[in-house]
């Protein structure tokens, strides 16, 4: 797997905590369909975000369920403590209105991640439910498409205006 990406952004003043959801069946990547997923596993993909986080000043918090409740449920906490969402709904990207609901209910900015090309595959892959509610979508970099979202949710945060209490 590709080496984090270390930019030459001035230190944060304070990191922003980000929720990161893998969805149904990613807790098999390094053996699933390789020639689709690719070689590297979830742990992996873990790991190099884990990096990437603290290179763009972003704290993680990183869960994987099957379960489309336990993943609206993550969502739905997700206001109290983090900042924004970069979520692999995988399969429940094109079925998922409870999740694309959750995203919506919360309000944070959420960024859809996808390992594959969706668009180039399956005719039922092509509609996401989630995408209407996220910030952006990147798709088909294999796990680098993770990194580029963590990039990607550090410069949208960075650039959010900030609330005094």
Do not use: K
């Not at 969805?23 to 390094?30: A, E, K, R, V, Y």
Request: hydrophobic residues 40%; proline residues 4%; contains cysteine.
């Amino acid at each position: 797997m590709a080496r984090p990406r270390r930019t030459a952004a001035s230190p944060r003043a304070r990191s922003h905590r980000v929720l990161v959801l893998h969805g149904p069946n990613l807790q098999l990547l390094g053996s699933r369909e390789p020639d689709v997923y690719g070689h590297t596993t979830l742990e992996e993909i873990n790991l190099a975000m884990r990096e990437q986080a603290r290179a763009v000043g972003l704290e993680l918090d990183i869960h994987q369920s099957n379960h489309e409740g336990a993943l609206a449920d993550w969502i739905g906490r997700a206001r109290a403590r983090n900042a924004g969402i970069v979520v692999n709904a995988g399969a429940l990207t094109h079925t998922s209105l409870v999740l694309r609901d959750a995203i919506a209910a919360v309000g944070l900015p959420t960024i859809e991640v996808h390992l594959s090309n969706t668009s180039a595959r399956e005719s039922f892959r092509r509609r996401s439910y989630v995408a209407e509610v996220c910030v952006g979508r990147i798709e088909g970099f294999g796990p680098r498409s993770y990194l580029l979202a963590l990039e990607a949710m550090a410069g949208l945060l960075d650039n959010a205006p900030r609330h005094e209490s």
